[in-house]
């Protein structure tokens, strides 16, 4: 949910508590996640069982020119253990991320995966998303209906 200002982890939330047959799984950034971090214990404390929440820790906002978060001297992953996640992990290799990633659609959740990667995406080639808010909108209503 780009531009959310940390409302991700709480969009889904919503969404796994009303589809629990469904597994739901939120990718968001560590600035996102700082944005609303009540959205931890929240769902430490309703423990949807078909969540897996996937934290992106690049250690910047990169959306707005890459200033930095406070992800360096906090461990988020350590927040989300006390907020009582059934599952977590600080992932930093390919190999661990596709493991873990494997590990926590197959068990009960909630699930917090921390990612550590690197701030240079633009570097790399990874671009900017190119959807306007409303088609981003629009595949979201569409995808949580069924009708995708």
Not at 1 to 16: E, H, K, P
């Amino acid at each position: 949910m780009i531009g959310s200002m940390g409302m991700a982890s709480s969009i889904g939330l919503g969404i796994a508590l009303s589809k629990p047959s469904r597994k739901t799984i939120v990718l968001e950034g560590d600035g996102n996640l700082l944005m609303n971090l009540g959205s931890l214990p929240m769902t430490g404390s309703l423990q949807p069982g078909n969540l897996l929440h996937i934290v992106l820790d690049n250690e910047v906002y990169a959306s707005t020119g890459n200033q930095p978060t406070i992800s360096n001297v906090i461990e988020l992953e350590e927040i989300a253990k006390s907020a009582k996640y059934a599952y977590v992990k600080r992932v930093t290799t390919n190999e661990d991320l596709k493991r873990e990633v494997i590990h926590t659609l197959k068990s009960e959740g909630p699930s917090f995966l921390l990612v550590k990667i690197s701030d240079n995406a633009e570097q790399i080639g990874i671009g900017r998303v190119t959807h306007s808010p409303e088609q981003i909108k629009e595949r979201f209503m569409s995808a949580i209906s069924g009708k995708r």
